[in-house]
């Protein structure tokens, strides 16, 4: 195996990624050594990068939407072959011993740290990562292709599940997120509204191909009231927006983890108090 290999680091915020050759790093107790097949792009690396998110681990290789195969074990690391296809998501690491982490709520976890941010992530050769949050994967499938699952495609599917049964619902930026969770939506027979960026034809063209009902700007209202909302955009002013659009008991689930400042609004408008909003956990 190679001892050297190339990595994207990020050294300050605000700065670009910079191509820079390292040690391969070794694993240790509790931890595989992952030869990086690919790793997608996700925009919490944006935020990352823009210095949007508090106390990142510097310098750190980005990325945490990572498919690659076991090269080598740490000890005490169970249930891993090597040669074996592993996805790496978000969350990196836990303490394994605080009220959430004992109640299968480990993402709660204070002391939480999570893949390329606070634990050197994808955007390299090689990485290590905690054997306790890797995915065993299918040798079948493009790894390109597969990547996204490990963030978008979870945060899709976690945000569905808070909105329980509802039947008629409105997506808030049709990104990475977005366009895999309305595949589910349509494989279930459930319908969806794409809301857009005002003058953003190509993405409301995307939604209409993947099966939309309808789909327009943020701004627009769409031809009948929503059971629920699922938010991807990062933009506060979003909320209150998807709250008018609601019918009564709908809800407003916000999916990603950083969002700009939601404005005020006052509860007796457009049924806003029959409503609720929720945060994914």
């Not at 990196?92 to 740290?113: I, P, S």
């Amino acid at each position: 195996m190679k001892t050297g290999m190339r990595a994207m680091v990020l050294e300050r915020p605000g700065t670009p990624l910079r191509l820079v050759d390292l040690p391969v790093p070794q694993p240790g107790k509790g931890t595989v050594l992952i030869q990086v097949e690919a790793c997608g792009v996700c925009r919490t690396d944006l935020h990352l990068i823009d210095g949007e998110l508090p106390n990142p681990l510097l310098p750190v290789i980005p990325g945490h939407e990572i498919v690659g195969r076991v090269v080598a074990m740490g000890d005490e690391v169970t249930g891993f072959l090597i040669g074996q296809r592993v996805g790496v998501p978000w969350l990196g690491w836990t303490c394994g011993e605080c009220r959430f982490c004992v109640n299968e709520r480990e993402n709660l976890c204070d002391a939480a740290r999570f893949t390329g941010y606070q634990i050197n992530g994808g955007y390299a050769e090689y990485t290590v990562a905690d054997a306790r949050y890797c995915f065993p994967l299918s040798d079948a499938g493009d790894a390109a292709q597969l990547a996204p699952l490990l963030c978008a495609g979870l945060i899709g599917y976690r945000a569905l599940r808070l909105a329980g049964n509802s039947h008629r619902f409105g997506i808030y930026g049709f990104g990475a997120a977005a366009h895999i969770v309305v595949q589910v939506l349509k494989f279930q027979g459930r319908e969806f509204h794409a809301f857009t960026r005002p003058g953003d034809t190509a993405s409301q063209e995307f939604a209409r191909s993947l099966g939309a009902a309808w789909a327009g700007s943020a701004d627009e209202g769409p031809p009948s009231k929503l059971d629920a909302a699922l938010i991807f955009a990062p933009a506060g002013p979003l909320v209150p927006a998807a709250l008018r659009q609601l019918e009564k008991g709908g809800c407003v689930v916000c999916a990603g983890i950083h969002m700009s400042d939601i404005p005020a609004f006052p509860m007796t408008s457009s049924g806003a108090s029959a409503a609720s909003a929720r945060l994914p956990t």
